[in-house]
């Protein structure tokens, strides 16, 4: 054995209590050490670069050459611990991309919106009457290029967005009754999901919703003076007391599927407690998320560095509440400290940010591939339409320009794989390039990741129970 050293990109240390965890990076896994380990690690934290005869004098009586062969091995196997001259692997080398496995297809069915929230990133949004309508025929070629692409999966989703989604209810309903029929004969099941402001709900719509399973999500920002500060309609008004009532028949009626609330956190908005506990334990929404605007196209709603430590610092103290429930077998409803439970207790280890552009891609109401949904109207080119069908060269050349990370930040940070480099659409809002990562708060991130890791690592020593109870069936749900 020659000189070794540790490779720290790929891993990190996790103290619980007494215990000491490794969190190995590259997998996603949580090992517990023992003490032979504990030490040898400390051991290359002090010296840096260890050779057999250190080694032997360091551990000689107190531990067998057979024991400490073994924990040498198991971290060489990790690619914790490598030949001090020999190149560190951090990532895995990116393939070329060459199928686009879609299994989602977001259909944009109308630009138009009957609020005017301040904070908008749609470019090509405008009012309802003057929206621009997807027809049916293009919602079904939609659906038959998924199909095309990605023939013989057991389930496919088809999203329903805008604008307002509810504005266009004939194509949903035509294309739900095609849907229906065409994945039946395909021996296949079908998800139908929507994004709505809530306002155009009526008992009807819920009805059909709760009869169709949809999955529904509303977009509300809190309590009255934080709900109406942003979210208005065309004229102006706040629309609190309008979505709290629609919300509240909602609930009442709708029972096939949990009803999630979107939070979007502007400029003025951080007391993320606050607003849980309005739309969760007052209203009744079944999962709360928020998401922190910080690079929008309208500067002025994008939070401040403070203000961005003041969101984090809340959502770490919702995550200690979750983390107190969760050892009573119970989950809180909150959405982004449950997302980060179900990445790392599936071991979902993200090459790439999000499925956008590889399992989901988003069609605009002229057909036009956009790579989510977000970016349908903005000035990224389109990736193909519905008619020729996907612009397989130019799709793949983005998502392999985001697969290398090589001399980017994200190569040996040490939450690339939960990361991955952050919002496509955050990127192209920040630096008008959405193949780059997204810096911008990094630090704030790998801090609620560490946290996330730690209280994920006390839920599986003290009540393992709950993920079986409350994150493995989250798929299913």
Known sequence: MGSLTLVKPNLHLVDVDSRR??????????????????????????????????????FESRVSPGELKEALESFQELEIVQESQGVARYNPKPRPVKQFPLTTVVLNVNTGCN???????????????????????????????????????????????GGEPLSHMPVIRQVVDWCEQRFAQLSADVDFTLTTNATL???????????????????????????????????????????????????????????????????????????????HNELGFSEVGFGPVTSGDISAFNLTADEMVEVFAGMKRLGRRYLSAALENRNT??????????????????????????????????????????????????????????????????????????????????????????????SYAKYGDASVPSYHYCDLLRDWVDFGVEVYTRIMLENSAFFDRHVSPRRSA
Do not use: W
Request: aromatic letters at 8%; glycine letters at 10%.
């Open 201 to 279: 709900l009526t008992p009807a719509l819920i009805d059909y919703f709760n009869d169709k399973r949809f999955g529904l999500t509303v977009s509300m920002d809190g309590p009255k003076t934080m709900h109406d500060k942003n979210r208005i309609t065309v004229g102006g008004q706040g629309t609190y007391d309008v979505v709290r009532k629609k919300v509240g028949m909602l609930l009442a009626r709708y029972n096939a599927r949990p009803v999630g609330c979107r939070v979007t956190l502007t400029r003025g908005i951080t007391d993320v407690e606050t607003i849980f506990d309005h739309l």
């Open 333 to 426: 409803g909150f959405g982004n400290m449950h997302q980060l439970m179900t990445d790392i207790h599936e071991g979902n280890k993200k090459q790439l940010p999000c499925g956008a552009g590889v399992g989901l891609l988003a069609v605009d109401t002229q057909g036009g591939i956009n790579l989510c949904h977000r970016f349908t109207g903005s000035e990224l080119p389109l990736f193909g339409d519905v008619d020729s069908g996907i612009d397989k060269p130019a799709l793949a050349q983005f998502v392999e320009t985001r697969l290398d990370r090589s001399n980017t930040g994200c190569e040996t940070c040490r939450i690339r794989n939960i990361c991955s480099g952050g919002c496509y659409h955050e």
């Open 115 to 161: 609020l005017s929230c301040t904070y908008c990133y749609k470019e090509d949004l405008t009012t309802p009457s003057k929206g621009d309508r997807m027809s049916f025929e293009t919602a079904v070629k939609s659906i038959e290029m998924l199909l095309a692409e990605s023939p013989n999966q057991p389930r496919y989703n088809v999203v329903f967005f």
């Open 21 to 58: 965890l490794l969190f190995h990076v590259p997998s996603g896994s949580l090992f517990e050490l023992d003490p032979v380990g504990r030490e040898l690690l400390e051991l290359f934290e002090q010296q840096g670069h260890l050779t057999a005869p250190v080694l032997r004098q360091h």
